[in-house]
């Protein structure tokens, strides 16, 4: 039996137990008992009622902040931190640093000075040429840091449906998402989105593995949710982690639908080649594309190539 249901029959068996002490039956039978017994019963039973009234909107409410806990999202705080990310606990690290260095253009775009001039400014897609280069890490950390503004709110969307990543980096085991709504297993987009334990950031997740999910990404119900991100939460910033450029066609699918990209690659280990095959996929689709090299190794940065720690940063 539920905490309502409980005090629902607790509340009744008090009101028979005073209308029995009145010697009175129930409402309908107050004209036959004399005015004196009337009034008391009826001033009993109001009472009454008003008090488990009170009672069934305490319990409501409390329901209510169990059931907002329990819909809470929790990270997994141990595994960002050996994993190297930014925490609650290292905010005055280099690398917490170096994002908010890596973020300020791209929140100036989104919602700054240059917003009117790009469209769908606040809706910034992260990638890479091949698998390993680090977006994750990078979509998860600018994520963070964003949202650790107090005037900033992020939703960060997991596009890489056939590898998810952000479920696991922050211990989300929760679906449906992305893929359920783009099917229309789930209809209302408010369903799949997530509340975490940072007031200011919300997570889609990846949702189920589908044999379409090209397709799904490339239908016209993604353009118009992208669109809908867009117009509806204008001063929310939207990143999509996605599977990398050159592994599949999803990213640059996406990459369309967007206003920037920001392009991972990992120094001294990504070949020039492939980074320039995968500007030359990026061309037509975001009108901002800037890159984000990743993996400097400290001496590098030591000896004066300044890279903001762990990359570079360009158009």
Not at 4 to 13: S, T
Not at 159 to 180: A, N, Q, Y
């Amino acid at each position: 039996m539920s905490t309502i249901e409980e005090a629902l029959k607790k509340a009744e068996k008090r009101r028979q137990q005073e209308l029995a002490d009145h010697k009175l039956e129930p409402t309908e039978n107050f004209r036959n008992n004399d005015l004196s017994n009337q009034e008391i019963s009826e001033d009993s039973y109001a009472l009454n009622v008003e008090t488990t009234q009170s009672e069934i909107h305490s319990v409501g409410e409390h329901a209510h902040d169990i059931k907002a806990e329990l819909e809470v999202e929790r990270f997994d705080w141990n595994y960002l931190k050996e994993h190297g990310f930014i925490t609650a606990d290292n905010v005055s690290t280099k690398l917490a640093e170096e994002y908010r260095v890596i973020k300020r253009p791209l929140v100036v775009n989104a919602i700054g000075a240059r917003k009117k001039d790009i469209q769908r400014s606040n809706l910034i897609l992260i990638t890479s040429s091949v698998p390993g280069e680090g977006k994750t890490f990078t979509s998860v950390n600018l994520a963070l840091s964003i949202a650790a503004e107090m005037d900033k709110k992020v939703l960060l969307i997991d596009g890489d449906v056939s590898k998810p990543g952000i479920s696991k980096v922050l211990g989300i085991k929760r679906s449906p998402g992305l893929i359920e709504f783009l099917e229309g297993e789930i209809e209302s987009l408010s369903d799949i989105i997530l509340q975490t334990e940072i007031e200011g950031l919300r997570v889609i997740p990846a949702g189920k593995r589908h044999q379409y999910s090209t397709e799904l990404l490339a239908s016209d119900k993604m353009a118009s949710l992208a669109q809908e991100l867009s117009d509806r939460y204008p001063d929310r910033i939207v990143i999509f982690d996605t599977p990398p450029l050159l592994a599949t066609s999803q990213a640059e699918v996406l990459a369309s639908m967007v206003g920037q990209v920001v392009l991972v690659i990992a120094a001294e280990s990504t070949p020039e080649a492939l980074v320039m095959e995968s500007v030359q996929k990026l061309e037509n689709c975001a009108e901002v594309v800037m890159t984000l090299l990743n993996k400097v190794q400290r001496s590098s940065l030591d000896s004066g190539y300044y890279g903001y720690g762990n990359y570079g940063y360009g158009k």
